[in-house]
């Protein structure tokens, strides 16, 4: 199958994940016949959703939306993931810090906003930061799985979790007993609800010991934004088997619910190459990784094994490295791809 390229100019930004739109009253409002979402990934969230439209004559546009975030504003950044959810797109922050570490309380947050606002002027988002609380629920659950993970490097210890720990110690944050010296820094990059409402996070890094993306399915996300919000627990860990090349280290980029009730995922570099990656210091194998399309299912409740996930592969995308987005609509893929200063959309 040929891809063929849109380009688009948003905001002078790159794109991470790639959603599809299911308000009619949006795509109404845009004369729109189909669109996706994608978050930009430099600063904070109310300023960085857009709209990728295909218009009704067949041609495409970009529109950078106008949020609000209330008291909020200007506390998050590092939008990587989306998600629908009972009419809410959910977006979730990597959870991680610069290349070169430390862990930014900033990248840990999960907003929301209702998908029909969007059609009718500025959006209201409700961003909820959540101080580390989800970095402990993720590492407890990892702790706890029958995975073998990949140790982390002394390099990335000292940057992502020492570091932070200092830091947070020095400034007297209570978000420091949430971490703890043996923790695993988290990358979330990828996110999709599952039909029981929980959701399966999808990890850039850690990678188990043999290289392979790891998921984490956590429950109760939605209580996050209650009158009276609880937090989100962790329920599960799963590895993605067979789709890893040898020798190199894999992590999720996107994952997409299909019709048939399993899932599409793209895995790539655990980190981007040439940017000062400490990652890639201690993983070297984790960089020059391109990018796969890939297709699973949740294992059957009482399954023998239930941490292991088959991969099966849908498509090489070699040679591209950067592939940050991926939605599979009418049978045709679609994929939006981390460019200099653009968006790149890839139409199947």
């Not at 990248?107 to 609380?133: K, Q």
């Not at 940057?159 to 947070?168: D, K």
């Not at 190459?273 to 009482?302: E, I, M, N, W, Y």
């Amino acid at each position: 199958m040929t891809l063929r390229l849109v380009e688009f100019v948003v905001a002078g930004n790159e794109a991470s994940d790639l959603l599809p739109v299911r308000s009619t009253a949006l795509l109404r409002a845009y004369g729109a016949r189909r669109g996706f979402w994608t978050v930009l990934d430099e600063g904070p969230v109310e300023r960085c959703l857009a709209l990728l439209l295909e218009r009704e004559d067949g041609g495409w546009t970009a529109r950078h939306v106008l949020a609000d975030a209330g008291p909020e504003n200007g506390r998050t950044e590092d939008g990587e993931a989306l998600a629908h959810h009972d009419g809410w797109v959910y977006v979730f922050g990597s959870h991680f810090g610069s290349k070169a570490g430390p862990l930014r309380p900033r990248r840990a947050f999960v907003a929301r906003f209702r998908e029909d606002d969007a059609a009718t002027g500025l959006v209201p988002v409700h961003v909820v930061r959540n101080s580390f609380r989800l970095h402990r629920a993720v590492n407890d659950a990892l702790a706890g799985s029958p995975l073998t993970l990949l140790p982390p490097g002394e390099r990335v210890r000292a940057r992502f979790i020492v570091e932070t720990l200092a830091r947070g110690t020095a400034r007297e944050k209570r978000w420091v007993s949430r971490l703890a010296p043996g923790d695993l820094p988290l990358n979330v990059e990828a996110a999709a609800f599952t039909p029981a409402g929980t959701v399966l996070l999808g990890l850039r890094f850690p990678v188990t010991d043999a290289g392979e993306p790891i998921l984490v399915e956590i429950a109760g996300v939605p209580a996050m934004f209650g009158a009276e919000p609880a937090w989100p627990g962790a329920l599960r860990a799963y590895a993605l088997t067979g789709v890893t090349p040898p020798g190199k280290l894999t992590g999720f980029r996107a994952i997409t619910p299909t019709p048939d009730g399993g899932y599409a995922a793209v895995i790539g570099s655990i980190d981007a190459l040439g940017k000062g990656s400490v990652l890639l210091d201690d993983h070297p194998g984790g960089g020059d990784v391109t990018s796969r399309h890939v297709r699973f299912r949740l294992p059957p409740a009482g399954s023998a094994d239930a941490s292991r996930l088959v991969g099966e592969p849908v498509r090489d995308l070699a040679p591209f490295h950067h592939v940050e987005g991926l939605a599979e609509v009418d049978g045709r893929p679609f994929y939006v791809t981390d460019e200099d200063h653009r968006v790149a959309l890839w139409v199947g």
